[in-house]
Structures are given as structure tokens and as C-alpha cells.
């Protein structure tokens, strides 16, 4: 029975309680034969009997009576709503999991969860939010949980969102700008706190084929502060009624379920980590899924469901029937699993060894080429280095000091011990789709105290950001040879995990698919805004003496299809800084945009000599003074924000 059909009752009739209570009976009677026998009691009834575990009877019976009408009427079916009353969705915190921001609980789980809160809150650490980058829309998947140092397991239909299947193995998805979607597990994501403890997915290992159950398997970098959590298989099997909790990260699903009550139950906050206690109803038939009825949502999708007693793993959530069950693929079917990829794998484990390229690796390698678009007046130079000439890292086979890599070059700082300047040629009519292949490494041809490997980007919110991005050198005969080289450190700068990125790594593709660009040719200079006011992180073993950006700069030039002269653009990914003591009013930060500015204010800012390409900037060849925003820089929302012709900014 329904809601709206109840409403009617409720709002037509006088005696609502007793229709209502014919209503449920006549609901029951047609689900159940005849000659069946009678039902299990439902968890109202248990409550009513304080769980003692019989059906009621007398007055139990008539405590049923009175209270099914008017929760049936508010909300759903009688069994439903009750549990969701007695089902409440508890916060977990990296210290506590808090029990009293909640609706009220089933007695005998609230004590169950206060009893055990040291041991749930272990197994809590290892379960985390499968957060996405470069999906079209989405900021994660759903849930998945360690059972092994460095084996994951989650849904198949939340694997399925960033990887696909091949006819020998996996690989993730394309996203946004043709970039592969990147999956990492974040054992944080609390209620209130930006704080994130990320484990990169690196390989999918195994999606269960559409006619088996609803798991996956992936593997991720083992960090110290994310225990496996053990699961409950062999010959256990869980009878109806074993306490449980699922946890995980539960999301708005307003379309699924009713929203005040969505709203009531989850205190109206969520993708934040929860747990969410409740008791197992039944199992099918096979013993592969048990049914559950704790609270969930759409994000709970690969959540372990935990035996409140033990703090073992009973099964993995797959799916909910709002008002119904939820329901949850059995320990020992995943067990199994996971026994079988552990046996097929040489091991599970990241290697943690810094790798090193040797320098003759690059003995034929041709670097950046300042004439890719044209000689003369159509050249595109390396910028001068003006202050920061003594500053570049010296280099074994090269006196300029400039690392070649294919169809790339980077300029290396040796105080920064990042790149100051890389410079790609592109060229988009022999593009090469790569599937993604490289690891980071450091770069022999430098003294390693001028450059910053995996210790700058352990346990915090950083990413390794490439400079050159990995898919822009891909072209030509040597295009994976080239992809593999940008997975060098010497190509990479911090990054904060959650900058907004969009516009920015879709530039290139604006610029070459725009239709001045003349041959789908383009050179991009690109680097980081050195600033003497950039913060170190406070406790980094091995990188605490390395400032991090805040911003970066691009100039990409092109040869403009129908002047046939060089159009040289710059921007700038910033939070506003550059450009604050420009403007007539006051700047507010705010996130992180992409900004199309003049060139000449990119020198300004970064020290570096751009006079060769200034006289080709569409916006002015002069750092502009004073004046209104819109004179100083323009918001890029898209291809058709960028400013390529000769008509720029007065």
C-alpha cells in the first residue's frame, strides 16, 4: 500500500487507524498462500515483544495494532517505516562514531554499536568513498572496503562507471577531453572536515560478468592507516535476525525514496561516511544474498555490511528497494573471489622503490622543436630565463640545460626542484588514442636533490599534475614512447586534489579544434607561478623544503589560419591573485578558474621572457595597468570563451 492511497484513507475517514489496520492485513493475506504458515515476525513485532524472538500475541498484539495504522499512513508500508524510525544512519568521525546526532535507535543495536564502537570504528578505517576524476559528472561512485593490503572490493556497477571490460583485462574509461578517468579510495570524507586519506586504484583486477553477483575487485597503494577488514566465510552462515551495520557513504536519492524521510533519517547531510546498524531478515535460497534492513542510499553501493558482535565483514551491499529490504552479496561468495585473484596475481602489493630513468634512455629523444610551426617570424622560442638562468638544474648530456623528452622539452628549477618551464608540440592530425602506460620516475640526466619524487605527494591532498599532459606528446611514430616520458617528475607539480580543472586541461583541445588553427598544430609552453609567498606543507619527510605553487600559467600559439601569423594567447589557473591589484574594485577569492590574461602579465608574474610571442597576443602586448576586470582577464567557460583573432581587450 502506498502513500497516496493511505493519504486518502487518512484524510476521507474518520476511523483511519482501523481501515488502515484492514488495509495491511488485506496486503499481507495476498502476498501469503493460504496454506502457508504463518509469517516470521516482522521487526515491529520484535520490538513490541522487546526481541524476544517469538511472535507476539494478546497484548503485544494489540500494541501492533495500534501503532502500524498511522506509521503505514505516513509513509509506506508498516515493516518500513518502523525500520526506518529504529534505523538510524550514524556519523562516523576519525575518532568517534557518534550516536546521538541520529533518530532514535533500536535499543538492543544501539548498545550493540556502543559496546563494540572500538572495534567498529577500526573496521570503519579501511572502508572508503570511490572518489572520480575527469568523469563527466560525477565526484565519486559509491563505496568499497580493503580485504587484503591492497586488494579493494566494490560493486560491478560502481567499477563499471570508470572502467570497461576488454577481451583480456580492463581499462578505465575516457572521461572529460578524452583524458582516462582516474578512481582513488578515500578513507576520510567525514562530516565537517576537508581532511583526505586517498589510495589511488591502479588496476581493475576483476568485474563479475553481469550474471554473477554484483562485486568487483580492484587494487590500490597500500597506506598504513587503512586496515583490511576481515571477512566472515567458510561454513558460517547468518540466520535472520544477526545484528549488523552497513558502512559507507550514503548520497542524496531523493528519486528513490521519500524525501522527508530521506531527509529525517540522514539529518539531511550526505556523501560523508556513515554507520548505518540494522538486522539481517533473511537469505535466499542459494546462501549467495542476504537481506538487511538497515538504512542506505545510492552511495552506499559496495558498503560492507558488518556483524555488530564480531566487527567481520557478513557481506557487501548491492542494492535497497525503498520501504522493502536492502540487499547484500554473502561473505564467503566474495571470500572465494578474492582467494582466486589473490592465486592469480605475482603479488598485490605496490612496489614502493623510487625508479630512476638512466640517462642514455634518452639518447635519441628530439625534445621540443621551436620551428614545428614555421621558421622566421613563425617561431616559437623557449621563453628567456632572465633571474632564474642560475638557477636551472645542470644537466649530464645537455650544457643548455634543457631536458628532451619525445616532442617535449622541460627546464628544471634546482631551488624549486620542480619544472620551471616544458614546452610540447602537438599535432593533431597524427594523434595516437594510448591506452594509459608509464609510472613516475625521476630523471637520471639531474642530481636527485633537484628534483621531488612520490615523497612530496605521500598521505596528503596533492596530485602529481602533469605539466605537459600525458596524451598532448602521443603523436607520430614514437607516440607511446612519448606518453610514457611525461611520467617523469621532472614533469610533474603539486597539485591540490580538488582544483578545479575542466577548462584548464581542456585548453590545448579548445586551441586546436578551433577554427583559426591553422593544420591542427600547436606549441604550449606551460609552467607554475613560482611565488616567494608559496607555503610549504608542515610535516612531509623528504619534501619539507618544497614551496607549493598556487598557480600555473599556459601560452599556446598557433598559426591563425587566415592572417597566416603566429596567435600567441596566455592563461592562467588562479584563484585571483595575479590579477587582484589590477582591477579598479575589490577581489574576492574564490575557486579556482582559468583565465585567459596577456602574456606580457605571465612574464610580469613568473620573471621569464616572453617579447618573442608578445607582439602576437590578440589581448595587447602591454601588462595593462588599473582597469576593469573584464580588461584584465577573461573568465574561460568553454571553446568559445577564448579570444584567438585580433580583436582583443582595449
Same mark, same amino acid.
Given at each position: ?52 524472538? %517469538? ?63 572500538? %572495534? ?9 568513498? =570511490? ?56 578513507? @576520510? ?21 553481469? @550474471? ?23 561454513? @558460517? ?75 567481520? =565483514? ?181 597539485? @591540490? ?71 600567441? %594567447? ?81
Amino acid at each position: 500500500m502506498f502513500r497516496s492511497q493511505l493519504d486518502q484513507v487518512r484524510s476521507r475517514t474518520d476511523d483511519f487507524r482501523d481501515r488502515a489496520a484492514r488495509i495491511l492485513a488485506a496486503r499481507r493475506a495476498a502476498l501469503i498462500p493460504a496454506a502457508a504458515p504463518p509469517p516470521p515476525p516482522s521487526a515491529l513485532e520484535l520490538a513490541a515483544e522487546g526481541r524476544a524472538g %517469538t511472535a507476539p500475541s494478546g497484548a503485544a498484539d494489540t500494541a501492533l495494532l495500534e501503532l502500524v495504522p498511522e506509521a503505514l499512513g505516513q509513509y509506506g508500508w508498516a515493516e518500513a517505516i518502523v525500520l526506518a524510525q529504529l534505523r538510524p544512519a550514524f556519523f562516523v568521525f576519525e575518532s568517534a562514531i557518534d550516536v546521538t546526532d541520529a533518530v532514535e535507535a533500536d535499543p538492543q543495536l544501539l548498545r550493540l554499536v556502543a559496546e563494540n564502537q572500538a %572495534t567498529l570504528l577500526s573496521r570503519c578505517k579501511g572502508v572508503g568513498r =570511490v572518489d572520480l576524476t575527469n568523469h563527466f559528472s560525477l565526484p565519486y561512485g559509491g563505496t568499497g572496503f580493503l580485504i587484503d593490503d591492497t586488494l579493494v572490493v566494490t560493486n560491478r556497477h560502481v567499477a563499471l562507471i570508470f572502467a570497461e571490460r576488454l577481451r583480456m583485462g580492463y581499462r578505465f574509461r575516457r572521461g572529460r577531453f578524452g583524458a582516462e578517468m582516474e578512481a582513488r579510495l578515500n578513507y @576520510h570524507g567525514f562530516l565537517g572536515s576537508a581532511s583526505k586519506l586517498r589510495a589511488e586504484v591502479s588496476d581493475v583486477l576483476y568485474i563479475a560478468a553481469d @550474471h554473477e553477483p554484483d562485486f568487483a575487485l580492484l587494487r590500490v597503494a597500500r597506506l598504513d592507516d587503512a586496515p583490511k577488514l576481515a571477512l566472515l566465510g567458510g561454513t @558460517h552462515r547468518t540466520e535472520p535476525q544477526t545484528p549488523v551495520a552497513v558502512v559507507g557513504y550514503p548520497a542524496e536519492d531523493g528519486d528513490r525514496n521519500d524525501t522527508p524521510l530521506m531527509d529525517e533519517v540522514f539529518r539531511g547531510q550526505y556523501e560523508v561516511k556513515r554507520l548505518a546498524p540494522g538486522f539481517v531478515t533473511a537469505r535466499s535460497d542459494n546462501d549467495i544474498v542476504l537481506l538487511a534492513d538497515y538504512s542506505s542510499l545510492g552511495g552506499n553501493s559496495g558498503s560492507p555490511v558488518i556483524e555488530l558482535s564480531s566487527g567481520k =565483514v557478513l557481506g557487501l551491499h548491492f542494492a535497497g528497494r525503498f520501504m522493502e529490504n536492502n540487499y547484500a552479496v554473502a561473505a564467503d561468495v566474495v571470500e572465494s573471489a578474492r582467494a582466486q585473484v589473490i592465486r592469480s596475481l605475482p603479488g598485490t602489493a605496490i612496489p614502493a622503490p623510487q625508479h630512476i630513468s638512466k640517462p642514455d634512455a634518452f639518447a635519441a629523444r628530439n625534445g621540443y622543436d621551436p620551428h614545428f610551426l614555421g621558421t622566421g617570424t613563425l617561431s616559437v622560442p623557449l621563453p628567456g630565463l632572465g633571474s632564474w638562468e642560475a638557477d636551472v638544474a645542470p644537466v649530464s648530456d645537455a650544457a643548455d640545460g634543457v631536458l628532451r623528452y619525445r616532442n617535449f622539452s622541460v627546464i628544471q628549477s634546482a631551488s624549486r626542484r620542480l619544472p620551471l618551464v616544458t614546452a610540447v608540440n602537438i599535432d593533431g592530425t597524427q594523434s595516437v588514442v594510448l591506452k594509459r602506460k608509464g609510472e613516475w620516475r625521476l630523471d637520471g640526466r639531474i642530481e636527485a636533490k633537484h628534483q621531488i619524487g612520490n615523497a612530496l605527494y605521500v598521505e596528503n591532498a596533492l596530485d602529481r599534475g602533469h605539466m605537459v599532459r600525458r596524451r598532448d606528446p602521443g603523436w607520430g611514430p614514437h607516440a607511446q614512447e612519448a606518453e610514457i616520458d611525461t611520467f617523469h617528475y621532472t614533469n610533474s607539480a603539486p597539485q @591540490h586534489e580538488d582544483l578545479n580543472q575542466r577548462d584548464w586541461v581542456g585548453l590545448e583541445d579548445y586551441v586546436l579544434e578551433a577554427a583559426e588553427t591553422r593544420g591542427f598544430r600547436v606549441s604550449v609552453l606551460t609552467g607554475p607561478v613560482f611565488d616567494a609567498a608559496d607555503r610549504k606543507l608542515k610535516v612531509q619527510p623528504g619534501a619539507e623544503d618544497v614551496p607549493i605553487p598556487e598557480e600555473f600559467w599556459k601560452v599556446a600559439v598557433m598559426v591563425n589560419d587566415a592572417t597566416g601569423q603566429l596567435s600567441a %594567447t596566455g592563461y592562467v589557473l588562479s584563484q585571483g591573485r595575479m590579477i587582484r591589484n589590477l582591477i579598479e574594485s575589490p577581489f574576492v577569492y574564490g575557486r579556482y578558474k582559468t583565465y585567459q590574461v596577456r602574456i606580457a602579465l605571465i612574464a610580469a608574474e613568473t620573471g621569464l621572457d616572453f617579447s618573442a610571442l608578445t607582439p602576437f597576443d590578440p589581448l595587447g602586448a602591454d601588462t595593462p595597468t588599473e582597469a576593469s576586470f573584464a580588461a584584465v582577464a577573461r573568465v574561460v567557460n568553454g571553446p568559445g570563451s577564448l579570444v584567438l583573432g585580433s580583436t582583443g581587450l582595449s
